[in-house]
Every structure is written in C-alpha cells, then in structure tokens.
C-alpha cells in the first residue's frame, strides 16, 4: 500500500480562478481543437475476474463486495463479478454482487455447460462465453479444431440466448487469429444471436492503428454491439481500447490501476479520464472517486500502484522542477493538462521539495508555514533544499523549517491551515 505521509510537504495553497469545466477547451489549441473522434463510450469493469488473475492476487468474498459496490455508486455500465464455475464461494459473490448492484453485472463462461449454468444460476444478467480463435490456442491449449470452435460458440450463444440473459461473445486470441476465421466465427455467433461481441487482444501484441482496423472489418460483420478487450503487454493497452472505440466500438473492459494476467489490462481511470477529459465525452462516470477506488483496489489486491502511474499515482499530480512548480504555483494549466485537475479524479496536487526545487516553490511553502522571508532568505533556504535532495533524502516539513530557523527566517504569525 503506497504510503500518502504527511511528512512530506503539501501543496496547500488554493486554486485562484473556478475549474475548468469539461468540454471548456477554448483556451487549448493544438490537439484538443477536435474532439469529435467518438461520441459515446461505455466502460466494463474486469477487475473483480480479470484483475484478480493477476498473480499472487486474490479477493476475499468481502472485497469482491465492497469494490462492486464502489463501482456500481460510480456509474460504471457493466461489472464482470467474477466466473461462477470456478467455486462455491466465486458463484456466492457473483450472485450477491448480482442482487445488490443496480448495474449490470456480467459472470464469465467457457463454452462448457455447466459454467453457462452456473453463470446463469447465479443471477447475472450477462453471461460472457468466450472460446480461442487462434489456431496456436486451438491446438495446443484446447486440442480441437476449427470446426469444434465455431460449433461450440454458436451452441453456446444459443443456450444464453435462449435463457434470456444478454449474450457477449469473445472469440479468445482475435489479434493472433487468421482474419478470415475471425469473421467466419463473428458472422456465425451473430447469426445465432449474441447481444455483444469482445475482440480481445489477449496477448496484448495489437498496435493502435492494427487494431482500429481489425475494429472496423468486425463492426462491418456484425449487427452485434461491440466491446474491446485489451492487455498492456508492450504498454499499448488503453491507446489500443481507445483506438477501438474510435473504429466504432460502444465498449472498453478496463481494470483499476490496470491489474490483471501478466502486464494487466486497460486501466479504468487511464481510459476513462482520457475518454472524459481528452475526448470530452461524457462516460456518465463520478470521476471524483477514482482515487478512492483506486486505493480500495491497490489495498485489496496487494498490488502497489507505482508513484508514475497515470491519473492515480501519486506523481500524477506532484511537482518538483523549479520551471514546472512556479507555473503551476501560477496557473495549474501551465504544466497540467488543464482539461483533468486533481479534483475532478478526487487527488490533491503536491509540490514536493527536492533538487529540482525554484525559489518560487520555497517561498510558497516558507509562506504556508508562516513564515516572512526576505529574497535572501528564501534563496539561502533554497541551496539547502537542493543539496539535501541531492542526497537523495526525502524532505519533510521538520527539514524546510529547520532550514529556516538556521537561516534565520523570522516566523511572524502562525502556519496558514487551508
């Protein structure tokens, strides 16, 4: 669990003009002047059966309850719960999860019966069946043959179908499988009647621009709705989701904090604020609860959310670099993206003190702690900062006022609390 510490010094001043408001891009030119690629974008949460293949995690029956409960409060379309089959006490969540959400909520089948069954006992009103397409994986991790595959999903689709449960089929492998198998299965399963169609890109080996073309020839095949799968193999999992979306794709699984088999997949926030902010479309989602759920999920599934982390590391919003924190001491658009602020994902900004620090960033933290310096003052506390920093040691408050008294900075009135 990342440790937020209150020994290191915070960002405590206010923000001087309103947030800006998303779609209020007026003001940014370059690559935000269109933002018309994608009108909506639905968001499916795998992290409660994906995300907890990661290895060495697993949710206890309790944290499977209380991150769906967050997720659903959220807004999020869809919550793959869980695979039914897999025990009593996954098929016991998965059905709790079910009766107490008021979103939908998805159980994950192999095109096996019992795990159809169970997907549908448990109360789910989505049943995600998924059979491999790839022939490494026909043959070797299945030993069937294409025609067992195409069978097999089509009897499938049909026994949810028929069940009354909405139907998503994922033909397992989609970026490493012959294209023109690919569509055979995708045309059949629609044919059969699936409600979704997931193309997994389950080795993460897809790019954006191969992967927005294979989104396309698939939404050319089907009158299914389609959901995008991808995994962050080469670190191209959430460009390769939102380059789904852009091809035509109503739907993105994603995973907090991006958890899951190997690399992980997609991360929930990283897709969602960019869908929000950089998109400027409306998810429907609370953003202002994302590092909430981010930390209940880095708590739960023992997995330590790097401080470089995109949208909820704790670095995603810090500044040390004397240029970087003097304009952001000015005007957080300088060296933010302007279009997501710290409170729009419910973080807080932190100038932190180190090496890099400017005179601008030590007379705004001298300030806070109430004290009056002189220009003199404030570079000689300046070179103490970064020398210590250089050291690579942390600087804590107990250090910068230290500085300070040795300085012989007056201390005039007591540290402002904001």
Do not use: W
């Given at each position: 669990m990342r440790r937020r510490s209150s020994d290191r010094v915070q960002c405590l001043h206010k923000a001087t003009r309103p947030l800006t408001p998303v779609r209020g891009v007026e003001f940014f030119q370059g690559t935000l002047d269109s933002t018309d690629e994608i009108e909506s974008a639905r968001v499916f949460d795998t992290t409660l059966r994906d995300g907890e293949q990661s290895p060495g995690t697993s949710f206890s029956y309790d944290d499977k309850r209380e991150i769906a409960a967050v997720l659903d409060e959220m807004g999020t379309h869809v919550i793959e719960a869980g695979f039914p089959v897999n025990s009593e006490a996954e098929f016991e969540a998965v059905r709790d999860i079910a009766s107490s959400t008021s979103t939908t909520t998805c159980g994950l089948a192999r095109v096996v019966d019992d795990d159809i069954e169970a997907a549908l006992d448990s109360g789910v009103e989505m049943v995600h069946t998924f059979v491999s397409t790839s022939d490494v994986q026909i043959e070797d991790s299945m030993h069937a043959t294409r025609e067992d595959v195409v069978q097999r999903a089509v009897e499938s689709v049909e026994r949810i179908t028929e069940a009354g449960a909405t139907c998503m089929f994922s033909p397992m492998d989609a970026t490493r499988t012959d294209e023109t198998f690919l569509i055979d299965v995708i045309e059949s399963v629609s044919e059969a009647g699936t409600d979704w169609i997931n193309i997994p890109d389950t080795c993460g080996v897809a790019t954006p621009n191969r992967f927005r073309a294979m989104i396309e020839k698939v939404c050319a095949h089907t009158d299914a709705r389609v959901d995008v799968h991808t995994h962050d193999d080469f670190g191209l999992a959430t460009a390769n989701a939102l380059s789904g979306i852009e091809a035509g794709a109503d739907q993105a699984q994603v995973s907090v904090n991006s958890i899951g088999e190997r690399a992980g997949n997609a991360a929930y926030e990283e897709f969602v604020m960019a869908?929000?902010?950089?998109?400027?479309?409306?998810?429907?989602?609370?953003?202002?609860?994302?590092?909430?759920?981010?930390?209940?999920?880095?708590?739960?599934?023992?997995?330590?959310?790097?401080?470089?982390?995109?949208?909820?590391?704790?670095?995603?919003?810090?500044?040390?670099?004397?240029?970087?924190?003097?304009?952001?001491?000015?005007?957080?658009?300088?060296?933010?993206?302007?279009?997501?602020?710290?409170?729009?994902?419910?973080?807080?900004?932190?100038?932190?003190?180190?090496?890099?620090?400017?005179?601008?960033?030590?007379?705004?933290?001298?300030?806070?702690?109430?004290?009056?310096?002189?220009?003199?003052?404030?570079?000689?506390?300046?070179?103490?900062?970064?020398?210590?920093?250089?050291?690579?040691?942390?600087?804590?408050?107990?250090?910068?006022?230290?500085?300070?008294?040795?300085?012989?900075?007056?201390?005039?009135?007591?540290?402002?609390?904001?």
């Open positions: 869908v929000e902010s950089v998109y400027q479309c409306d998810t429907g989602i609370d953003t202002t609860r994302i590092m909430e759920l981010s930390e209940i999920v880095e708590e739960k599934s023992s997995i330590e959310t790097p401080g470089n982390k995109p949208v909820v590391g704790d670095n995603a919003f810090s500044h040390e670099s004397g240029i970087h924190a003097a304009g952001v001491i000015e005007n957080s658009d300088t060296f933010e993206p302007g279009v997501m602020t710290p409170e729009m994902v419910g973080a807080t900004r932190r100038l932190v003190m180190g090496k890099h620090t400017g005179t601008h960033s030590v007379r705004e933290r001298l300030e806070e702690r109430g004290y009056e310096p002189t220009d003199d003052e404030v570079r000689t506390v300046t070179r103490r900062v970064k020398d210590y920093g250089a050291e690579k040691r942390r600087i804590t408050v107990e250090d910068l006022e230290r500085f300070a008294e040795e300085a012989g900075v007056e201390r005039q009135r007591e540290e402002v609390q904001i």
